[in-house]
């Protein structure tokens, strides 16, 4: 599965939209883009997941660009509860394969 | 939809006790996976179970540690002789079986600390 850049942590203000960026330049035209978060002392929890076109759900959206080399997740409106490390990570559709996390990015949301 | 579900939330134990960790899948999701995270670490990947079926082990998972799913429903995560590295929080997964692009969904763990 191709690796995963993320920085290591962001700042946002609470009510304004976060966007958290990933950058995956070696994936293949085979590799969806998952997103998950984990707040402290709880598993990781699934956001959105996408394969070349833009993607939203209840809780985020999620924008690839057109090369698949990097895409973005956007918390539209932060709140303190999306204080948590964000996971991007890519894996290989059609298969069963474990995720393969990094270090992700710590975002904190500033009152 | 009551989530994934592990027993127990905490466990604290001495070294070289053997301990054993429960997962409860979402109902009807055929593919269950353990993965282990240390603190400051994203988790890694232990084993993947495909129905009762122990697919896939990682070189993380030594001889002391043992998987199991036998009726394909609930797992059981032991780790015998317990060490001081084992401390960690063991995670849960589960997925659907049909369609391959389905996310995994996460319990909250087991947190294990040896003393």
């Known amino acids: 599965d191709a690796k995963t850049t993320q920085p290591t942590s962001m700042d946002c203000a609470e009510g304004r939209a976060a966007n958290l960026p990933c950058n995956h330049s070696?994936?293949?035209?085979?590799?969806?883009v998952y997103w998950y978060r984990q707040i402290h002392s709880q598993g990781p929890q699934y956001i959105i997941h996408?394969?070349?076109n833009n993607e939203t759900n209840e809780m985020a959206s999620l924008i690839i660009t057109e090369d698949r080399k990097s895409s973005t997740l956007i918390l539209p409106h932060a709140t303190l509860r999306d204080t948590a490390v964000y996971y991007c990570i890519v894996r290989v559709t059609g298969s069963a394969r474990q995720l393969t996390f990094g270090s992700g990015t710590q975002l904190t949301v500033l009152p | 939809d009551t989530g994934v579900s592990q027993n127990p939330r905490h466990k604290i134990t001495k070294r070289g006790q053997n301990v054993t960790f429960r997962c409860d899948p979402i109902?009807?999701?055929?593919?269950l996976y353990w993965y282990r995270q240390t603190l400051g670490q994203g988790p890694e990947f232990l084993t993947y179970f495909q129905n009762e079926a122990q697919l896939e082990k990682s070189r993380l998972l030594s001889d002391r540690f043992s998987a199991e799913r036998p009726k394909g429903s609930f797992s059981t995560l032991e780790i015998q002789r317990t060490e001081q590295g084992d401390s960690a929080m063991y995670l849960c997964a589960s997925s659907p079986l049909d369609r391959d692009n389905q996310p995994q969904h996460f319990g909250n763990g087991t947190r294990l600390s040896i003393l």
């Open positions: 109902s009807e999701h055929n593919r």
């Open positions: 070696t994936i293949s035209g085979n590799e969806y």
């Open positions: 996408g394969l070349k």
